[in-house]
């Protein structure tokens, strides 16, 4: 019988609300819409709303645990999988150490609450320094500036939109991400509101993207360069005698060297390297400051380069220097209904990096993780302390990480490889085991790490659509159960630890009053699982019910909301949510300052030769998306985008084939003649490179394989204080392909 529910789309960061027409009975999903009711996305939905329908549909989905066997996959129990792969990876790590065992960790776990609610558990259990993720491929310079201003690296400023009369985009496209770290569906809408309110949008970006074509203005910047423009605009600041602290300037410091700093960046000296004219750049400097509630907004095209870190760093400080960070229609931090009461003593964190190197390059960690476009010699290395196994968490290195070809080579050479994934690709490919966990319609979720992203404070719970098949495991119950056997323990303890913990955090809290640890548990105690934990921070959190000291929510007050809750509008939070000493604001840490004599050094040789951005298309996700035939129709997106100016010198021709090399390796692909890109830039999008004929995904091969930008990539090139590669703004070499 159809049944009408209501859950959240789990495909990016927008998290809009949808309407599922299904058959339980049948596990049919019937349709899904957009839910007009939902309180944030008002029925709006883009075509990755049925994303996770096609997945749950898409017969080579693994179900089962595979084991490969004489080069051939065989199904297997969980109780075998689980029993050999523990006994295998506890072997490994007592004979050889901790650090025998390497991670890689995928961006999808971001998408899933209960996963990322056990993540600490997985990485502190299995304690391995030979820890990649996603997140130096992407976002790192994010962390490491929000770590060293607001001592939190998951204190994100995201911009005010809804209440900004002046939108400034640096190396973001809101209408294809729906605004990453900035999560607001339907970003068009959110963008023509700002005009509709006499404000402006400019966009700043070596390519017209999408969201540059709706857009009042848009100056094209050479890719890799936006730190010496946001340099130069804090210059024109200071010179100008245009610095406005705001109500924050009793709580900061560094304004001096800030200065200093600043000194040798001028629109007129960095205009050549950025391709903006001092005039322009001038022009935007005024029109942002005659705003009445202007916003910088930089996102990954600012993280993706050789100075990420300092572009990052940048745009927050411009938007302190005018008065923008933690006022309405400026920078402001959302508060997530999950963000649990302060402990009984003021938490100061110190920064997270270089407390262990790399095997091979001494390169320092960062969140305690290497980086990943250093993965493949890190597990290619051969001496004693040698990497002997490998678990990768829902991703695709060789597909998402430069030096991918490497990656596989290493990986072949290794003693075991096990995968959390439920499809065969490029990396999973290579494993002797892949276990797979339910997906995203078995499993109940809820929006843990977006909430914290939104341009409104919410929350949304999404239940359970289907059942799964017997004996199915979700993702934290594997994780759970691989780091209990590899240490000896049972995973019922670990969860029973988990509660416990957390139980014992909140009673400990001054906020929560004479609450104990056993009123904690015995009043969460209708919940099992995750679900329990989340409806403890829930309860304990800035909207909650305080385990029925006062009037709040719970999660069953959140599940009954079926349309999301809206908790309104950003407010100030500055300077209570610092965790920096004495709640001060370092305009200028040392990490920074030491990079930017870096900066200097390189401005003589910025923009030498043709520089390879990214782009995304509204029907990928990464390399998520392409096994879904209905996401692969249409013409070829693995497309080179080249100026028409640069393809009449190189002889090219509309979909004809050029040679790009770039990093001793060199790919040949269709060429699309386009002036949405600046002379001297080519585009080729990432996630593609569908060529390994031992993958499990077919329609992938052979429909939409394209070729890997991050193939094109030179790995050894890194944004030096977070260590996160550099694929925006990659030189290569282009020709007509003979």
Known sequence: MPETLYRSCPTCEASCGLVLEVDRDTKQVLSIKGDPNDERSQGYVCAKSQAFRYVYEDPERLRRPVKKVNGEWQEISWQQALTEVGDKLSALRQEHGKDSIAMYYGNPNGHNFSSMVYTELFTQMLNTERFFSAGSVDQQPKNLSCELLYGNAWMFPIPDIQRSDFFVCMGGNPLVSQGSLMSAPNA???????????????????????????????????????????????????????????????????????????????????????????????????????????????????????????????????????????????????????????????????????????????????????????????????????????????????????????????????????????????????????????????????????????????????????????????????????????????????????????????????????????????????????????????????????????????LQRIKDAHHGVDFGPLSPRLPDALQTPQKRLNLAPDLIAEDVSRLRSAMTEANTGFRLIGRRHIRDMNSWLHNINQYVRGKNRCTLLVNPTDADKLGLMQGGKALVKGAGRSATVEVEISDSVMPGVVSLPHGFGHRFSDTGQSIAKEKLPGVSCNDLIDWTVLDVPSGTSVVNGAQVEVCAAG
């Not at 050479?222 to 005698?241: C, H, I, M, Q, R």
């Not at 920078?331 to 964190?349: D, G, S």
């Not at 890190?378 to 695709?396: C, Q, S």
């Not at 509660?499 to 009053?513: C, K, R």
């Open 188 to 554: 068009e809408a959110q963008l023509n509101a700002i005009r509709q309110r006499g404000g402006e949008v400019w966009v700043i970006d070596p390519r017209r993207s999408e969201t540059a074509a709706i857009a009042d203005q848009h100056l094209f910047i050479k890719p890799g360069t936006d730190a010496y423009l946001l340099f130069a605009w804090v210059n024109v600041l200071f010179s100008e005698n245009h610095i406005d602290l705001g109500r924050l300037g009793t709580h900061i410091d560094g304004i001096d060297t800030l200065r200093a700093l600043a000194a040798p960046f001028t629109p007129e000296n960095t205009a050549d390297i950025t391709g903006v004219p001092a005039s322009e750049l001038r022009a935007l400097i005024k029109a942002f400051k005659q705003a009445q509630a202007p916003v910088l907004y930089g996102r990954i095209g600012l993280c993706t380069q050789e100075f990420g870190t300092l572009a990052s760093w940048l745009v927050d400080i411009v938007n302190i220097l005018q008065g923008r960070l933690d006022e309405p229609g400026g920078a402001m931090f959302p508060q997530a209904a999950t963000e649990l009461p302060p402990p009984p003593e003021p938490v100061i964190n110190e920064l997270g990096r270089d407390r262990f190197k790399t095997r091979v390059r001494n390169f320092p960690e960062y969140m305690g993780m290497m980086p990943a476009s250093l993965m493949a010699e890190e597990l290619a290395y051969d001496g004693e302390d040698r990497a002997r196994a490998l678990i990768t968490v829902a991703g695709n290195p060789v597909l998402s990480v430069p030096n991918g070809e490497a990656i596989r080579e290493a990986m072949e050479k290794l003693e075991l490889i096990v995968a959390l994934d439920f499809y065969i690709n490029e990396t999973t490919s290579l494993a002797d085991y892949i276990l797979p966990s339910t997906s995203q319609l078995e499993h109940s979720n809820y929006d843990f790490l977006f909430q914290t992203t939104a341009v409104r404070n919410f929350a949304r719970y999404s239940p359970k659509i289907f059942e799964p098949e017997p004996g199915s495991l979700d993702q934290y119950e594997i994780m759970t159960e691989l780091v209990a056997r590899i240490n000896g323990m049972q995973a019922d303890d670990l969860h029973a630890m988990m509660v416990e913990g957390l139980a014992s955090q909140l009673a400990a809290s001054p906020a929560l009053g004479s609450l104990d640890a056993d009123t904690v548990k015995t009043t969460t105690e209708a919940h099992s699982g995750p679900e329990r934990l989340l409806d403890m921070m829930l309860r304990a959190g800035p909207h909650g019910d305080h385990f029925g000291q006062r009037e709040g929510w719970n």
